[in-house]
């Protein structure tokens, strides 16, 4: 039985973060199952990252204000929802949720919503400000379409009970759905060379790696301040130096912002300037490279439902050092492939000290359990087959059929 899915979304452009790989990933293998993805995005059609786009797109945009208003959205959904077995939310925070609720309410044509982690009662606590202004979307904008969505996906346990924390106006249909990506295209590639070919200052050290949006809730500045606070240790010999390798911080990811010029002026007021190393975004072999030549990957995030970096670092046999706030944390624990502390900055110096304090072949067996875990848990395959069997399953339940 062979579907027509439609997937909606703000924009498909790579540096808004991990969802739009994840799109990408879930329509490429499900197209290779014979099903027909396409996708709507509120992007101009010529903008550089549509043009490259590997699946079927419609741009509708311009799009208005930070809430992302797309006129067009709602009158092209209504003319053509008949075309689609379903279509698939991509956050909810935008015009893209509410517009999907809007156009298909009353349409035979079901919809789901990936909530992307964006339900995390962190945001509450951290932005009450911007909490607040969320609270006058969610009663007539976010919250009938949660609960008029034929489902909504979460990609882990740990996601699907912390959302019923934020709002107390809750009600919808949740379903906990498998989450990945594809990993390194070359699993066997050397792509470090490659890597340190271009980066030279890099070789001969031991490298930790951070590859992300550079955001305040990913806790680059807690990174920062935690591999401050090592060299010191290792300074006055209370921490283990291990090879005599030179410790590096690698900071890979978009560093156009005053948040990021921020974390830099903090790096050099810590006196480790020359010890953190900017790349900024990087893609493809680039990407790769960074992450394997690393010695572990480094994600003290406060808020984080899946991390598709931390999967793309298993996938490369690289471990994982994240903070309990990560959602699959305890996954990733029971497979022995990282370790993993609090959110803060001594639960990001115990990430380091801990891996400091293992052994060579403790490490070895660490990297092989990294690879072991990506391949039993996070691939883009069992995501894509998990989003069919749900869908499969709420649409036998309505005796829906299949358009032809």
Known sequence: MKLKILHVMASVNPSTGGPVEGVRQIARINRGYGHQIEVVSFDLPDDPWV??????IYALGPAYTHFR???????????????????????????????VWAALRNLPCPYYVYTHGMLDPWFKYRYPLKHFKKWLFWPWAVYPALRDAAGVMFTCEEERL???????????????????????????????????????????????????????????????KAFAK????QAAGSTPVTDGSEPVLI????????????????????????????????????????????????????????GIAVAESLSVGVPVLISKSV??????????????????????????????????????????????????????????????????????????GVKS
């Open 51 to 56: 043009r490259d786009f590997p699946q079927k």
């Open 69 to 99: 208003y797309c006129p067009r959205l709602v009158p092209w959904l209504r003319a053509h929802a008949a075309d689609y077995d379903c279509v698939v939310v991509n956050g909810i925070w935008t015009y893209n949720c509410f517009g």
């Open 162 to 224: 912390l959302a019923r924390e934020s709002f107390w106006m809750y009600d919808c249909n949740e379903v906990v759905v498998n989450y990945g990506t594809p990993g390194a295209p070359e699993p066997d590639k050397n792509y470090a060379e490659g890597f340190l070919t271009r980066h030279p200052t890099l070789r001969d050290k031991r490298r930790f790696v951070f590859l992300g949006r550079v955001h305040p809730k990913k806790g680059p500045d807690v990174l920062i």
């Open 230 to 233: 090592i060299l010191t240790e």
């Open 251 to 306: 900071m890979a990811g978009p560093t156009d912002g005053d948040y990021a010029d921020t974390l830099k002026v903090l790096a050099g007021r810590l006196g480790i300037a020359d010890r953190v190393y900017w790349t900024g975004m990087l893609q493809g072999d680039d990407k790769w490279g960074a992450l394997q030549c690393g010695d572990a990957f480094l994600l003290p995030s406060h808020q984080e439902n899946f």
């Open 327 to 400: 959602n699959i944390w305890s996954d990733i624990i029971a497979d022995g492939a990282g370790i993993a502390e609090a959110d803060t900055v001594d639960g990001c110096v115990a990430l380091f000290r801990r891996w400091l304090d293992l052994s060579e072949p403790e490490r070895a067996v660490m990297r092989v359990n990294a690879r072991e875990c990506f391949l039993r848990r996070y691939t883009s395959r069992r995501a894509a087959v998990s989003l069919l069997a749900n869908i499969y399953q709420v649409m036998h339940a309505a005796g829906r």
